[in-house]
């Protein structure tokens, strides 16, 4: 068991941590509390259309129609009952994906680092802390270099502090501020360094939840597309309620029947009313991130989805995303001699290379490329006198901006004189070196031919420094003797060439940023099928180019090398400036303004910082490109299957609203809807518009079509008019089966049975036809699954039955009996009134099919 500050510092067992977690409770703030049932059906009961279903059926027990009135009032109990189960559906879709996207810390459990979620952390975990994170937890630093904190949002300084490790046998927590403490607080963001600590206070316990700061506190912010929604939903309720005063005032001037009137009046508003359209919106948002979530890609800010059906450019980082960020020593070159490696033995001249790679790599690596030189170090130099587990490290001096190099001063036991070594960037270490111009262009063609294969190249050096002098402030004072070359290989990600070859056909550009070398860059992009023919730009070249060459020459180049963190915000600006929708990877603090930049900020998951993670809208929890392109497909399925449920909404309202109308205006017509058919009707409208096409599977062919355009609005002029048209045409078939009923002189109540039955079997035949603007009925049941429609279309098909056969529902709803005669038109008025879409979409497939350029549509839209 290893020790820091008289402490053991081999973290919890798994077994205490479990208990710690199941006694203490998360490690995370309270956030506002469900509301009760009572609570729910209260705020369901405001809404404007169980207000209009309270209200008829008052009134019908005010005509001493109490069996109307219970019915009514028995719809009231069932769409509470629905607008309950969906609002759970989407609570536990958002809890679910706070769960997941909680922030994430490094702790030892069982001896072994582990990543795990924020609030799973107890007190007793030793954590891991290093540049970029989040503090998870209230703790005492153990162990730590060059480490400062910024605790601004504990005592209001900007200004970092720095930290050391605590000199007590038995650490407490003091308070926030004041530089050398070894406190650290949850919230909190370090700067720089890496620390160890041990957790004393977590959720409630910490200073933060004393201070009472709640992610609940929040105000969330109104999306573009909700605030097009609700413009749409005011502008009908508006003139429905004209309507509605507009009927009453008919119906009661013209019959004499005021209270008759009122119900007529309350129907036409029910009918006009659009309340599915928020309903539908939040239900398709809530479970549209919880959709994309299982693609590995989460959703931090909900307009993300809105935004990522109309991507044109993902900017990638190369390592970990592109590729495997899983590096192996593949090549050594000292003195221009080059080595691949294999199983067979090292040759001498490349010890002393491969020593100091592993001297400039730390103990305990973390980092691929340091686990990569450890590796390669107990490979093939365990049995050799250039490996030395008995030195002690003195001092690191860290990797700069300036300076590219990490460099470690080992002090040897029989040596008066420390050790130094040194790793990074070529022209870095040439610069240590005090390279000539002639070698460092030797250097760099050794450099060229290695990255030419796609590797990764790092130059080591060495030097040697008197114990008795003090160590100096920065790597240049030592005189270091440059030894070699070595080659790392990152291999790519299984099925990125195809995610890139699938972005192409979608119209997204992918762009690679990297801070490798240009001949590495070129080589991976040649592997992964990414355009190289304009070459690449370096991070050099783009310093010296003004905002407007850059816009330039951005349009053709894919691959930009040897690119610092700060540079991926200039090159998302150039890319606005094009009107690119861009779509940008990081993981590291200096990302953050990038992320925020770009329209669609993508952190990584896995390795990215916690900085990083909450300047992004969407977070991969696998790092992997193939899950950018898949959240990109599923972002637009969800925009396009909501479309399709919003046309369906309008046009399921149209012929609804003439049948509440028509009557109205021609007396002796008998009225065909009153408020307990609309709610009727209402009943298998909202599962349909929310569950049926939220859970429609997404069109195979919508990576084929072009990004939307940025600012196209949900209801384009085209979908609000075939929405209308196919309304229409259902309002035309029932309006034709009314007409008919009235010219032979049918019954009052058949009337009703048969208009109402083909208004029902329209609405179902919409539902069909809105399944998939592209296939037909037949193909769309071939191809696609969908397993609630079957329940919806069987359940509202039973209902009807019901209502049109059962003595006691007849009465109850005003329907007559009807033939077989009476079915047979029914069945086919219905049909037909939907029939020309399906030859709409014979003629839209045949015309897209003889023109090569797709329109800027997204999936199945006409």
């Not at 490094?106 to 001896?111: I, N």
């Not at 937890?137 to 605590?166: H, Q, W, Y």
């Not at 029947?257 to 009046?265: E, N, P, R, S």
Request: proline share 6%; hydrophobic share 50%.
């Amino acid at each position: 068991m290893t020790e820091q500050a008289g402490i053991a510092v081999d973290g919890l067992s798994s077994a205490q941590a479990a208990r710690l977690l199941a006694e203490l409770g998360p490690n995370e703030l309270p956030i506002s509390l469900r509301r009760s049932l009572l609570r729910q059906s209260w705020d369901v009961l405001r809404e404007p259309m169980l207000l209009l279903l309270l209200g008829a059926g008052a009134v019908n027990f005010i005509l001493a129609e109490p069996l109307d009135g219970a019915i009514l009032m028995s719809f009231v109990v069932v769409v509470i009952g629905i607008s309950i189960y969906q609002e759970h559906k989407t609570e536990n879709a958002l809890a679910a994906l706070r769960d997941l996207s909680s922030p994430r810390a490094l702790v030892l459990r069982d001896g072994l680092r582990i990543r795990i979620a924020g609030r799973e952390v107890v007190p007793g975990d030793v954590i891991l802390l290093a540049e970029g994170d989040r503090v998870p937890a209230d703790a005492v630093i153990l162990d730590c270099r060059n480490f400062a904190v910024d605790e601004s949002a504990m005592t209001g300084e900007s200004v970092p502090v720095r930290k050391g490790p605590t000199s007590d046998a038995v650490p407490v927590m003091g308070p926030p501020g004041g530089d050398w403490t070894p406190w650290v607080f949850s919230g909190t963001l370090v700067i720089k360094g890496h620390a160890m600590a041990l957790v004393l206070g977590t959720g409630t316990s910490t200073e933060l939840g004393r201070i009472g700061t709640a992610l609940s506190s929040i105000a969330p912010e109104r999306t573009p597309l909700q605030r097009e929604v609700n413009r749409l939903v005011r502008y009908i309720a508006v003139f429905g309620v004209a309507a509605a005063l507009a009927v009453v005032l008919i119906y009661g001037s013209t019959r004499g029947d005021w209270l008759q009137g009122i119900l007529a009046g309350i129907a036409t508003a029910m009918a006009m009313l659009p309340e599915e359209f928020p309903v539908v919106l939040t239900v398709f948002m809530a479970l549209g991130a919880w959709r994309i979530s299982q693609r590995h890609v989460l959703t931090r800010r909900p307009p993300v989805i809105e935004t990522l059906g109309a991507a044109t450019v993902i900017c990638v980082d190369k390592t970990g995303t592109l590729t495997m960020n899983s590096m192996t020593v593949r090549e050594l070159i000292v003195h221009g001699r080059a080595h691949l490696l294999g199983d067979a033995q090292l040759p001498d001249e490349f010890h002393e290379l491969a020593e100091f790679a592993v001297l400039a790599s730390p103990v305990d690596p973390f980092d691929p490329m340091d686990r990569a030189f450890r590796e390669l170090g107990e490979r093939y130099l365990s049995d050799t006198e250039h490996w030395h587990v008995s030195w002690e490290l003195v001092r690191e001096y860290a990797l700069t901006e300036k300076l590219l190099v990490v460099s470690h001063v080992w002090r040897s036991p029989d040596s008066s004189r420390y050790v130094v070594a040194a790793k990074g960037a070529p022209e870095s270490i040439a610069d240590l070196c005090h390279f000539d111009d002639a070698q460092l262009a030797a250097l760099m063609a050794d450099v060229e031919r290695a990255t030419a294969s796609g590797q990764r190249v790092l130059a080591v050096a060495r030097a040697r420094f008197s114990q008795s002098d003090g160590l100096p402030t920065e790597p240049h004072e030592f005189e270091f003797e440059f030894l070699g070359l070595a080659g790392l290989h990152d291999p790519v990600r299984p099925g990125v060439a195809q995610a890139v070859a699938e972005c192409a056909s979608a119209g997204v550009r992918t762009v690679m940023i990297t801070g490798d070398y240009p001949g590495t860059a070129l080589a991976i992009a040649r592997e992964i099928g990414l355009p190289d023919a304009a070459g690449c730009i370096t991070g050099p070249e783009l310093i010296t180019m003004t905002d407007q060459e850059l816009a330039q020459r951005i349009r053709t180049v894919s691959v930009f090398a040897r690119m610092v963190p700060e540079q991926k915000l200039q090159l998302v600006r150039a890319l606005k400036l094009n009107g690119e929708v861009v779509a940008m990877t990081g993981d590291g603090v200096n990302d953050a303004p990038a992320l925020r930049a770009a329209d669609i900020g993508i952190a990584m998951g896995a390795r990215g910082t916690d900085v990083a993670r909450e300047a992004a809208a969407l977070v991969l929890t696998d790092d992997d490109f193939a899950s950018i392109v898949g959240g990109i497909r599923q972002g637009r399925g969800i925009f396009d299957n909501l479309r399709k449920a919003m046309a369906y909404v309008i046009a399921v309202h149209v012929p609804i609203v003439g049948m509440a109308l028509i009557p109205v205006f021609v007396a002796g017509w008998p009225l065909v809807l009153l408020p307990v058919q609309i709610a009727f009707l209402e009943l298998i409208i909202d599962p349909a518009c929310s569950v049926v096409f939220e859970a429609e599977e997404i069109d195979p062919a919508i990576m084929a079509q072009p990004p939307r355009p940025a600012r196209a609005p949900l209801f384009t002029r085209r979908t609000l008019v075939i929405a209308a048209l196919q309304g229409l045409s259902v309002l035309v078939a029932v309006a034709a089966v009314y007409l008919v009923g009235i010219a032979n002189d049918r019954p009052d109540s058949v009337v009703r049975s048969t208009t109402f039955a083909t208004l029902v079997l329209g609405n179902l035949a919409l539902i069909l036809v809105n399944r998939s603007w592209r296939l037909s009925v037949v193909r769309t049941f071939r191809e696609r699954r969908n397993p609630t429609l079957k329940w919806i279309l069987g359940l509202a098909v039973l209902l009807l039955v019901l209502l049109l056969t059962v003595p006691v529902l007849q009465s109850a709803f005003g329907f007559g009996p009807m033939g077989a005669v009476d079915w047979v038109v029914v069945v086919f008025a219905s049909l037909a009134g939907v029939s020309w879409f399906e030859f709409y979409k014979l003629s839209s497939v045949a015309t897209s099919a003889s023109v090569p350029v797709l329109s800027h549509t997204s999936g199945e839209q006409p």
